[in-house]
């Protein structure tokens, strides 16, 4: 009997070194939580969506669990935990996961146009919006050999963004890089799902006419739309695929 009873309380030890964590959308927000056994004073939430800020999003503590709820608009996110200032926290409930580049993790979501928080790469889902495909575009949008998403687009412009449900259609936040001859290239960090953008030239919001696929913006205007799908390891664009699962 006194076995049993130090078997169980060493059960509740292990669970109790460990941390756990959830992302879920709830009220119009996605609310981030987290408990951890390493003595805190403060946690912030540090991600993708606030440049990586250390400061800029404190969590609350409740009942023993560190939580925050944030504005967010469906796209493509990674984050972390940021422990009393200098500990950073990789989410061990998180999604899923992506490589830091500094040899450890960032949790990693998608979420969705209905405001469903699923792993990178999710579960089977229809795209059911439609889309008209653009015939008569030219090759302008690629992924390069990091991973990374090149979109190239021409005008005569002194700045060049691009906004979109990547980046919560921030006119500002995203800025094209000149290349040569009038040509400007927008270099962004995708997860596989579809995504719809525009240029912003010198502060006039203009469609890429050499997208995949057009979408209606909501304003009577057209979006540009494309898909970020894993292939054999490698990721890839292409138009979106209309009703089809992925």
Do not use: H
Request: charged content about 25%; cysteine-free; hydrophobic content about 40%.
């Amino acid at each position: 009997m006194r076995k049993r009873k130090v078997l169980i309380v060493l059960g509740l030890l292990l669970i109790s070194i460990f941390a756990f964590s959830a992302v879920t959308y709830q009220d119009g927000k996605v609310l981030f939580t987290f408990k951890t056994n390493i003595k805190a004073t403060s946690v912030f939430l540090a991600g993708n969506f606030n440049n990586w800020s250390t400061s800029a999003m404190p969590m609350q503590l409740v009942d023993g669990v560190w939580q925050i709820a944030i504005t967010l608009e469906p796209g493509s996110y990674q984050y972390k935990f940021v422990i009393n200032g200098t500990t950073w926290k990789e989410d061990p409930e998180a999604p899923s996961y992506v490589d830091d580049g500094f040899g450890g993790k960032n949790g990693a979501f998608v979420l969705t146009s209905d405001y469903q928080v699923n792993s990178v790469g999710g579960p089977k889902k229809t795209v059911s919006k439609n889309y008209e495909i653009n015939q008569d575009r030219e090759d302008t949008i690629y992924v390069d050999e990091d991973g990374y998403v090149i979109i190239r687009f021409k005008a005569d412009a002194k700045r060049v963004f691009i906004a979109g449900d990547f980046n919560g259609w921030s006119d500002k936040d995203t800025e094209a890089y000149y290349v040569e001859d009038s040509v400007w290239e927008a270099v962004l960090e995708l997860t596989p799902g579809v995504y719809e953008y525009k240029f912003i030239v010198d502060g006039n919001w203009v469609v890429d006419p050499n997208a995949f696929a057009f979408g209606d913006d909501g304003f009577g205007g057209k979006n540009g739309a494309f898909e970020v799908v894993e292939e054999d390891g490698q990721l890839a664009v292409r138009a979106p695929q209309v009703g089809e699962a992925k």
